[in-house]
């Protein structure tokens, strides 16, 4: 699944090619949007929400909505010059297409695509927790969502989107690695849930405006991270064995030397 910076960093894609460009055609491949044209409208701005994206658009009359975006496991927006070949995804995954004058956006296999009115924005990412990438975040409500699931495993905690808005699988497992935290402690023996939180920001807001993602230093292939995906290599501190269990509904790595506390059942 897209981490919170690598949908920043898609929003800004769309953001560069599209704001203030008024749209000269629109192709929506979803029954719901099927019969919309938003040929003539303004697009204003694209943002990030967490994981979400929203496109905000003016029609012609003033009217103003959002098209609304979700890229969970395989969706992906490119932007690309008039003309220019599609060559991101096969074409029967083009969900929308939006042409400018001066670029063409394509969205692939995206998720919960829908045009709202602005002002129902927040039916769509109102439950969201705050987001670390956001310019509102706030770190206190997020320590203080966490903690009111005291029985939870951390590395759910920190998926749960409601409780602050951007951690994926990548940087659960990474931030947990660097908090000598081990994913199966529940959220109320977790030692320092501020400073949990602080670093997972951190990590975020440093990979924010690039697509390598790395939480190690190095953007050299195969150095970018201490233990996700590294699954029986070596750990980069102790030398133990990297592992892979199941948590939940999303798997997780971590080394049991460095981690110590609750381990899976064997």
């Not at 910076?5 to 629109?26: I, K, M, Y």
């Not at 994206?53 to 496991?73: I, K």
């Not at 995804?89 to 695509?113: C, K």
């Not at 935290?181 to 959220?187: G, I």
Request: hydrophobic residues 40%.
């Amino acid at each position: 699944m897209p981490e919170g910076d690598t949908v920043w960093n898609t929003a800004r894609v769309l953001h560069r090619a599209l704001a203030g460009a008024t749209l000269t055609g629109s192709d929506f491949r979803v029954p719901q949007l099927a019969t919309t044209d938003l040929t003539g409208w303004t697009v204003r701005e694209s943002v990030s929400r967490g994981k979400h994206l929203l496109l905000r658009l003016t029609a012609p009359d003033g009217d103003r909505r959002t098209l609304h975006s979700h890229l969970r496991m395989d969706g992906a927006w490119r932007a690309y010059a008039p003309g220019e070949r599609w060559t991101a995804r096969p074409a029967h995954l083009i969900r929308v297409v939006l042409r400018s004058p001066g670029a063409v956006a394509v969205g692939y296999h995206l998720h919960e695509l829908a045009l709202v009115p602005a002002a129902e924005e927040e039916s769509l990412v109102g439950h969201l927790g705050p987001d670390l990438l956001g310019p509102d975040w706030d770190p206190d409500e997020a320590v203080r969502r966490l903690a009111a699931q005291p029985e939870a495993t951390v590395a759910d905690a920190l998926l749960d989107q409601r409780n602050l808005a951007g951690v994926g699988n990548l940087y659960k497992c990474e931030v947990l690695f660097l908090r000598g935290v081990s994913p199966w402690t529940p959220v109320r023996d977790v030692p320092d849930l501020p400073g949990t939180v602080a670093l997972a920001q951190r990590l975020l807001a440093a990979n924010r405006g690039r697509w390598t993602q790395s939480t190690t230093g190095s953007l050299h292939h195969g150095a970018t991270s201490y233990v996700y995906g590294r699954r029986a290599q070596p750990c980069r501190r102790c030398g133990t064995a990297i592992r892979k269990a199941e948590l939940g509904e999303r798997v997780t790595y971590w080394c049991p030397v460095c981690q110590p506390g609750p381990q899976p059942a064997s």
